[in-house]
């Protein structure tokens, strides 16, 4: 591979991640704060690769010397073929979108919930029934806070159904530090009228009220809190799936 080639994926990998950048794909791979980022490197490689090419493809001067030929006449140039390799993210950028991780990653994985999500103290919710509550805040109201700053409310959650242990549904999202390579999923039991023969990846909105029930994830051990539900719908995915 020379260096025109070089810069042509270069300059590809920069549009690519520049698409993906300017629409709400990146979302899928990255936290939301992260854009600018990735935008910057975008802009970045797309210049270095314009560089490049305007480099390689100026006339110059004749050349003084020839590269020197084999006994058979021949001129070799060895140059590694592993190179074409990096073609293909560049392909997986422009032409698939792939989904945002889901109930497979759920269920490979334990709950993020641990005693880092705790807090020396948790504000009132605010005002209003039913209240939207993300699922690692009530997570961490229920186990760390024992319920107290959510008994007596309406909450409603949105999340993705995820089969539990024994294959009962449970509600779930993926918790990003970063990027998707490093998501984890927080996990809400239900009972009550939860919604039972929901396929797997539909997302939900689930009102209830807070269940003073708490079992173990068998992936990690971590805590995993119950909400008592009162009603649900199915809705659709979020623009950012990731919390």
């Known amino acids: 591979m020379n260096r025109q ?9 920069g549009g690519a991640i520049l698409r993906a950048g300017f629409s709400d794909l990146y979302l899928r791979y990255v936290k939301e704060g992260l854009r600018p980022f990735l935008l910057g490197a975008g802009f970045l490689l797309v210049v270095a690769a314009i560089m490049t090419l305007w480099y390689e493809l100026r006339p110059r001067p004749a050349a003084t010397a020839a590269p020197e030929p084999d006994d058979h006449g021949h001129e070799h140039h060895h140059e590694p073929r592993i190179g074409w390799l990096l073609i293909l993210p560049v392909l997986g950028l422009l032409l698939v979108a792939p989904p945002a991780l889901g109930s497979y990653a759920a269920g490979q994985a334990g709950s993020v919930l641990t005693s880092q999500n705790s807090a020396s103290d948790y504000p009132p919710l605010p005002a209003g029934d039913p209240v939207d509550v993300g699922l690692l805040d009530y997570a961490s109201r229920a186990v760390f806070d024992k319920g107290r700053s959510l008994t007596g409310r309406t ?5 993705f159904v995820t089969p539990g242990p024994g294959g009962e549904p449970m509600l779930a999202r993926m918790v990003l530090s970063c990027c998707a390579a490093d998501g984890r999923p927080i996990k809400v039991g239900l009972t009550g009228e ?21 079992a173990k ?5 971590a ?9 649900w719908q199915e809705v659709t995915a979020p623009k950012q799936p990731y919390e």
């Open 5 to 13: 080639a070089q810069a042509v994926i270069m300059l590809l990998f």
């Open 155 to 159: 909450l409603r959650l949105t999340g």
């Open 194 to 214: 939860g919604p039972a023969g929901v396929a797997p990846d539909t997302w939900v909105q689930v009102v209830g009220a807070y269940a003073d029930r708490v």
């Open 217 to 221: 994830d068998p992936v990690n051990g």
């Open 223 to 231: 805590d995993v809190p119950y909400l008592q539900v009162k009603s």
